[in-house]
């Protein structure tokens, strides 16, 4: 596979009247053709810098960027066309149509107008294609965004938190959309807090940290690399968990008690716990390995919670409207 998208050194400051802050710092990322790639990073972590970076919205001060193999932003006149991109919240003439929408940004983009019925059956929004934008819901509104930036049925799309408003149902439609792109060839960058919908669908992720990178790789190679080999202990009698914590520690283990179970690290051989807590009496009632998962990774990666909005740092000089005009249309 070729990488579709890489930045290799990429450096962004923003300077005020507080001083200095290094947004990127030497971030590096490549996402290879045909995968959906996750990317990651905590409130303030430079996530959202960088995809405006990328799309020439904000202009670097250093480093080398590349889509579809040019490097840019020199070349995005010539690559515009084969990406599609939304970035932060959609913003759209609420009294129009989204077929009217769409219809209106086919005809600005030199896309065939039966490509708008495509594009609405892809999103989910065929049978509310008629009803005005300013009626919709948030989510519905991200599903329009997301299929203005399909219309030219790009090579590699970039979605910024593209499940955010949609329900349950919603996210799972979405994500089932991104595979079924994926599958047809196209590449996904998705940007998202929704750690378990990314570990779900994505083929691969970048987790960017205080503007560097700190991890990348195949989701089960990130995974892989942060395993533990604690284990969660139960025992018959929650009254025994603190004695059982002791006991665990004399013998050299790393103990944390939880409200109905232990966490216990450190130990080679996990029947020396069963035989330590046997010898007081106590007896064990599960003894399991903790499963690694991607936000117990980006957590510890991190230090924050993946929760958090994104913070959007925007350049008030190149401030654009959600769906800029050479990517979302």
Same mark, same amino acid.
């Given at each position: ?5 890489? !930045?290799? @050194? ?21 996402? %290879? ?24 919205? !904000? ?24 990406? +599609?991109?939304? /970035? ?11 077929? #009217? ?20 059956? =892809? ?7 008629? %009803? ?13 965004? /997301?299929?203005?930036?399909? =219309?030219?049925?790009?090579? =590699? ?11 349950? +149902? @919603? ?11 994926? @599958?047809? @060839? ?8 929704? =750690? ?27 995974? &892989?690399?942060?395993?533990?080999? &604690? /284990? ?7 009254? #025994?968990?603190?004695?059982?914590? +002791?006991?665990?520690? %004399? ?15 450190? !130990? ?9 807590? &046997? ?8 003894? &399991? ?5 991607? %936000?117990? /990774? ?10 958090? +909005? ?20």
């Amino acid at each position: 596979m070729s990488a579709v998208l890489e !930045i290799q @050194g990429l450096r962004k400051t923003y300077r005020s009247r507080r001083g200095v802050r290094r947004a990127l710092d030497g971030f590096d990322m490549a996402v %290879e053709a045909g995968q959906v790639h996750g990317f990651l990073g905590p409130n303030g972590s430079g996530k959202t810098t960088t995809l405006r970076t990328l799309l020439g919205l !904000i202009k670097a001060d250093g480093g080398r960027m590349s889509l579809l193999g040019r490097a840019v932003p020199q070349a995005l006149p010539e690559v515009a066309g084969q990406v +599609g991109a939304i /970035v932060e919240s959609p913003q759209f003439f609420g009294n129009f149509s989204a077929r #009217d929408t769409l219809s209106l940004l086919a005809d600005a983009g030199g896309v065939p107008q039966s490509r708008v019925a495509e594009v609405l059956e =892809l999103v989910g929004l065929r049978d509310r294609a008629g %009803e005005r934008v300013k009626t919709y819901s948030l989510g519905l509104k991200q599903r329009l965004a /997301v299929g203005s930036a399909l =219309l030219k049925n790009p090579r =590699l799309l970039i979605l910024d938190e593209p499940a955010n408003g949609l329900d349950p +149902g @919603g996210i799972r439609e979405m994500r089932t959309l991104m595979r079924t792109l994926a @599958g047809s @060839g196209m590449t996904v960058l998705l940007s998202s807090h929704i =750690l378990g919908e990314i570990q779900l669908i994505c083929d691969s992720v970048t987790i960017i940290s205080a503007g560097r990178r700190v991890a990348a790789g195949t989701v089960a190679d990130v995974l &892989a690399r942060h395993a533990t080999s &604690a /284990v969660r202990v139960r025992v018959e009698s929650v009254a #025994d968990l603190t004695s059982s914590a +002791g006991a665990l520690r %004399e013998i050299g283990a790393r103990v944390s008690v939880e409200p109905d179970h232990l966490v216990v690290g450190g !130990i080679a051989q996990p029947g020396a716990i069963t035989r330590t807590l &046997a010898a007081r009496g106590i007896y064990v009632s599960e003894l &399991a390995p903790v499963a690694v998962d991607l %936000e117990s /990774v980006f957590l510890e990666l991190t230090g924050t919670t993946p929760v958090e +909005g994104e913070h959007r740092q925007v350049d008030q000089s190149t401030a654009t409207p959600a769906v800029h005009g050479g990517w979302g249309q």
